[in-house]
């Protein structure tokens, strides 16, 4: 019979209901799509797992970008400078939705500010992540690549369509 | 608070309590931590073979435990085809690292000298000989000294703690624990920082690492190319001119350590084989031209290492001035002696990455 320490499994014990958090909004983003539960559970262990208060700035505009984030729970909001120099509102993102994804490819500087609109949880996957990924298992590392492909062309063809129906200057 | 001082002060004492018994109790942990060294470099070796065996296997353990095992049986294979006879030539230089030596060594460059140099030239050369004898055996005396204690002392700082076995064995453990979770150690570590510093500090811990990375896998290669170039050329100069070049292995692997430090260490090399022909037994009757067949044989060596193996090497080089080398060098060297000459560069880099990095990172990220 196993008798159980209830210190030490407290003490090394992981948090599985963070875990079956995590998991959960990981599954609603559709960079993740098709991926296996043993898939999931490899990014589970990469994924940075980051509390945030409120008004607290998460990236910068101008800073480097690493790579994404995924809201686990909370609000957070996008803002930036428009073309006239006004600081506007781009987006408004809740859990489940992420943000940040185009740094997964590119090193480019932040060109907007991401803050939490309350407190919120996010977990963090960024380029050296997926870099390592891609590494040891390729087979992951490629079907998360497509699902990116698939969403950086999705956002490719809205921006397209806003461009010829003339939305982008209202 | 999440963010309050508090917080992130216990947020941090796992890392801070260690390093604060490690400093206080130097004298007791050095050696533990001199071995987490050693397991570090293995892991930054082994790291892209096990992450190559585990894209194929998808089990990290399995992956570890194939590697190790490779290594082990490469292992066991150099000590019993290599060891026996560069124990050999350790004990024999030992031995011979006496005055009489160094006698020898000044008869044959007077000889030299006599071959090469206008007769007045080659008195004036003699009687400088024989001006600075006391101070070249002085110096002599000390290089035969630390090379002796080097030779004796490097068993004891490798492994430090107990037995060579022991010690061994804790340096493996290390390197599986590292090979396995060193993800884990890193994202632990990440986790206790701020929210303000942590893109920054996952960014420069990354730049860091690849660097480190990086330099100590070129400087090694850059090492082993050298060291069994070197051997390679001495084994076919002494095929073709029949000349006698004991030590062989022994020169190689000073050419190849000594080739951790940049400008200088070429010389050493070079001038460990010239100094190891000249006072050695030969048949072939000692020549100016046998020397400088030995000097070309490390230029050759150095043409390689720079033309064929340096640009496979990412960032074999991080750029310190050849003033820095040697101003480094000597503190090095007066700190932990030859040793300490050896590793200063390397060291050196290292720090020279890390506040490169952090400069790069506070600026980018707006600290500064």
């Given amino acids: ?170 | 608070m999440k963010n309050s001082p508090l917080s992130i002060f216990i947020r941090n004492l796992f890392w801070m309590v260690p390093l604060t018994i490690s400093i206080g109790l130097w004298e007791f942990t050095w050696p533990i931590l001199f071995q987490l060294v050693l397991a570090y470099i293995g892991m930054i070796i082994l790291n892209p073979s096990v992450n190559r065996i585990e894209s194929i296997t998808q089990k990290r353990g399995l992956s570890v435990f194939l590697v190790l095992m490779a290594v082990i049986i490469i292992f066991i294979f150099l000590i019993n085809s290599i060891w026996p006879t560069l124990r050999r030539q350790m004990i024999d230089i030992q031995s011979m690292l006496t005055m009489d030596t160094f006698s020898n060594l000044i008869i044959k460059l007077e000889l030299i000298s006599k071959d090469l140099l206008p007769n007045y030239l080659f008195l004036k050369t003699q009687a400088i000989l024989i001006s600075m004898d006391a101070l070249f055996s002085d110096i002599w005396q000390i290089i035969t000294t630390d090379i002796q204690g080097i030779i004796s002392k490097t068993g004891n700082l490798i492994f430090a703690v107990g037995s060579l076995v022991l010690s061994s064995i804790f340096v493996m453990v290390f390197l599986v624990f590292l090979l396995l979770d060193g993800q884990h150690f890193k994202r632990v570590f990440i986790h206790a920082i701020p929210n303000q510093y942590f893109e920054m500090t996952v960014k420069i811990l990354d730049k860091i690492s690849d660097s480190i990375s990086a330099y100590i896998r070129g400087q090694l290669l850059a090492a082993l190319s050298v060291g069994v170039t070197s051997i390679i050329g001495l084994y076919i100069l002494q095929w073709i001119s029949g000349i006698n070049i004991p030590y062989t292995f022994i020169i190689g692997c000073v050419a190849g350590l000594s080739n951790l430090i940049p400008f200088i260490g070429p010389i050493i090399g070079m001038l460990t084989a010239v100094v190891v022909y000249l006072v050695s037994v030969q048949v072939v009757p000692v020549q100016f031209i046998y020397v400088v067949s030995i000097m070309g044989i490390f230029a050759i060596v150095q043409l390689i290492d720079n033309l064929i193996v340096s640009p496979f090497i990412i960032s074999g080089s991080v750029g310190i001035h050849p003033m820095f080398v040697i101003i480094v060098v000597l503190v090095g060297g007066a700190i932990s002696g030859p040793l300490g000459m050896l590793f200063a560069v390397p060291v050196a880099a290292i720090l020279k990455v890390i506040i490169e990095e952090l400069r790069w990172g506070f600026k980018n990220y707006k600290f500064l």
């Fill in chain 1, 1 to 170: 019979m196993i008798i159980k320490n209830a210190l030490w499994s407290n003490i090394f014990k992981t948090d599985s209901n963070e875990s079956s958090q995590t998991i959960l909004a990981l599954k609603q983003v559709p960079i993740f799509n098709g991926l296996s539960e043993r898939d999931f559970n490899t990014v589970l262990k990469i994924v940075h797992n980051r509390e945030y208060e409120l008004d607290e700035f998460i990236f910068q505009s101008g800073t480097p970008g690493l790579g994404m984030y995924i809201i686990i729970e909370g609000d957070v909001v996008i803002k930036g400078m428009n073309s006239e120099g006004k600081n506007i509102e781009f987006a408004r993102l809740s859990s489940g939705e992420f943000f940040g994804e185009i740094s997964l490819i590119g090193e480019d500087d932040r060109s907007t500010n991401a803050m939490a609109l309350s407190p919120c949880k996010l977990g963090a996957f960024f380029r050296s992540d997926l870099l390592d990924i891609i590494t040891r298992s390729p087979k992951l590392g490629n079907k998360i690549l497509l699902n990116l492909a698939i969403v950086l062309g999705n956002r490719l063809t809205k921006t397209n369509e806003l461009l010829i129906h003339g939305e982008m200057g209202k």
